[in-house]
């Protein structure tokens, strides 16, 4: 009977936890959208908790017709491109963060696993790897550091939550 509460918890913390990961990545980006819209000039806003990342050249955005452009002739409709307005904004080209949604799954499946074991010091190898891992990415990007910070914090709540819950309840 523990084999099933076992392989339930794991799939709740691994697979649960990515819609989990995804409505607090939209409530982040939705403070973040109220943030820019009340204040007057975010950039000069003390007060304001906004993280922009600073363009660079690769690839342009247009606003009013919502298509990217570098210079291999690509095209990615982003969240940028949903702006108002007709004003080109430049960013990279380069994708960020890539494979974060299989990395989500296998990080909460490893903190769950630590965490039924008894050994919750794997943790911090979880983290210290996933951290290593993307020092390079994060470094780069303002915005990266940002949405892994976000991801990882709430992905390691909800696989240490499930865990916990399913340790008190089920496993004893």
């Given at each position: 009977m523990d084999a099933l509460w076992i392989t339930l918890t794991l799939l709740t913390a691994g697979f649960v936890g990515w819609?989990?990961?995804a409505l607090v990545?939209?409530?982040a980006r939705t403070i973040d959208d109220?943030?820019?819209?009340g204040a007057a000039d975010p950039a000069n806003d003390p007060a304001a908790d906004v993280t922009v990342d600073h363009p660079t050249a690769g690839a342009s955005i247009t606003a009013t017709s919502g298509t990217a452009t570098s210079g291999s002739g690509?095209?990615?409709a982003g969240p940028a491109a949903s702006a108002a307005g007709s004003a080109t904004v430049s960013?990279?080209?380069?994708?960020?963060?890539?494979?974060?949604?299989?990395i989500g799954v296998l990080e909460r499946l490893a903190v769950c696993l630590a965490i039924l074991a008894g050994e919750?010091?794997?943790i911090a190898y979880v983290v210290a790897i996933k951290g290593l891992g993307r020092f390079a990415e994060l470094k780069e990007t303002p915005v990266?550091?940002?949405?892994?910070?976000?991801g990882t914090l709430?992905?390691?709540?909800?696989?240490?939550g499930v865990a916990a819950l399913a340790k008190v309840l089920f496993l004893g």
């Open positions: 819609p989990v990961t990545f939209r409530l109220r943030a820019d819209a690509s095209s990615d960013v990279s080209s380069v994708r960020i963060l890539r494979g974060g949604a299989i919750p010091v794997a990266a550091a940002e949405r892994f910070i976000i709430t992905s390691l709540l909800w696989a240490a």
